[in-house]
């Protein structure tokens, strides 16, 4: 008989890597931020989160990649959104509040 535990690795690595990915506290802050403010850019996001423009850049393109935010371009202006609500499901499901 054939260990049955690692049947669904691949899929338990990709959720694995959404939940790492939505639990870094400054994450937790923009994900429920866009979730409140629908649409914000990367200038007002440093200011509310009183973080480096390079730091929070970096949150966001690990937010990006996982598809959980999307850029919006307004002529040379990039706003970012909340793509996949599925983020705020989870962190409301863990306590936290808007």
């Known amino acids: 008989m054939e260990p049955q535990f690692n049947n669904r690795f691949d899929q338990y690595k990709k959720v694995s890597t959404y939940i790492k990915a939505i639990s870094h506290p400054v994450r937790i802050c923009i994900i429920m931020g866009l979730n409140r403010k629908k649409l914000c850019n990367v200038t007002d ?13 970096t949150h966001l393109a690990v937010l990006r990649e996982l598809d959980i935010i999307e850029p ?16 705020v499901q989870v962190l409301k499901i863990l306590g936290v509040t808007e």
């Open 72 to 87: 919006v371009r307004d002529g040379t202006e990039i706003f970012y959104k909340l793509h996949d609500q599925r983020a």
């Open 45 to 57: 996001m440093k200011c509310q989160l009183d973080l480096p423009q390079s730091t929070v850049s």
